[in-house]
């Protein structure tokens, strides 16, 4: 009987919570309309004398939004260490997918180097063109995915290489982060000179939050493609 | 032109779709699937989201399939032994 009662409160409680919630909602929806509801309008206003980059989505996700996009890649960071844990290593390890082929070995050895290439040139230009830390962290890690599946257990990589690229780009995110609070007053502000719009070098940090962005993303995609690519060899288990 | 382009890439996306959901050949469904991402990376472009469309490229048509394909041959393996 009692416990009846219990629930009902709660029910009754959780009700009127919602309909609370669902009521200022409402409010604030009726409220943000005209002119405030168009951020992407205001964004792209405030981007020429904030950032001076070409690519207006780059001084959003690493200006405007960039403590989103340190977020961001922390979360990147623990899901690559969930798999870590989960994924059982162990010393006979074998790669699947992978066939002994010569042609395929020679054409994803002269395309490697190409599409690390492409991928630095795609972080380096983020500000300018389409594209960025991550779309270029991934390609870069698409080549060594490339070299995987062409090689097989030939390739190996340098895991403290790749442990320290990944650390070194986590820590610099941050650093900059903690030199924009030194130098401009606020966490990621922007301290370095802006440089004139279309330029290589302009844009001030955005270029470097990027590259660091894309060291890191290429570190951690490169080594998720490792671990699933290289399992234990199902004829010893 | 750009128009027709737009219906054959949706067209495209919708069989794909139904080609990765009624495949009786489960790696032939992860084939399917990169081939979603590809035409879903082509629609990116054509509605101006360049950004968008090279995560894409990249992510949907190549690393998420080989990663899929993986775990299907591992699992797939275990079945037998089991």
Do not use: C, W
């Not at chain 1, 870069?140 to 442990?163: C, N, P, R, V």
């Amino acid at each position: 009987m009692n416990l009846k009662k219990t629930i009902r409160l709660k029910t009754l409680l959780s009700t009127l919570m919602v309909s609370f919630l669902t009521i200022t909602l409402l409010g604030i929806l009726a409220q943000v309309s005209g002119e405030h509801a168009t951020l992407g309008n205001r964004l792209l206003s405030l981007n020429h004398n904030l950032t001076q980059s070409a690519n207006a989505v780059t001084s959003v996700v690493t200006y405007f939004r960039g403590l989103d996009t340190l977020g961001e890649v922390t979360i990147l960071f623990l899901s690559i260490f969930g798999v870590g844990i989960g994924i059982n290593r162990s010393e006979h390890l074998h790669t699947i997918l992978h066939y002994d082929n010569a042609l395929l070995k020679m054409g994803a050895r002269v395309l490697f180097p190409v599409i690390i290439l492409f991928g630095f040139y795609i972080i380096f230009h983020g500000h300018l063109s389409p594209g960025g830390g991550f779309q270029g962290g991934v390609v870069i890690a698409s080549a060594f995915l490339l070299m995987f599946l062409a090689e097989g257990d030939a390739y190996a990589l340098d895991h403290k290489i790749l442990t320290l690229v990944e650390a070194f780009s986590g820590v610099g995110f941050v650093l900059l982060g903690l030199l924009g609070v030194l130098l401009g007053g606020l966490f990621l502000s922007n301290p370095l000179p802006l440089g004139t719009l279309g330029q290589l070098f302009s844009g001030g940090v955005l270029p470097i939050i990027y590259l660091f962005v894309g060291l890191k993303v290429a570190a951690e995609i490169t080594v998720l493609i490792e671990y699933f690519i290289r399992t234990h060899d199902a004829r010893d288990a | 032109m750009i128009g027709l382009v737009i219906l054959g890439t949706f067209l495209m996306l919708i069989v794909v779709a139904y080609m990765v959901v009624s495949d009786e050949f489960l790696a032939g469904s992860v084939v399917y699937f990169m081939a979603f991402g590809l035409g879903s990376t082509v629609l990116y472009v054509i509605f101006s989201a360049p950004d968008v469309a090279l995560t894409e490229a990249v992510i949907g048509a190549g690393v998420s399939g080989v990663v899929f394909l993986v775990s299907l041959l591992q699992t797939q393996t275990r079945e037998d032994e089991g």
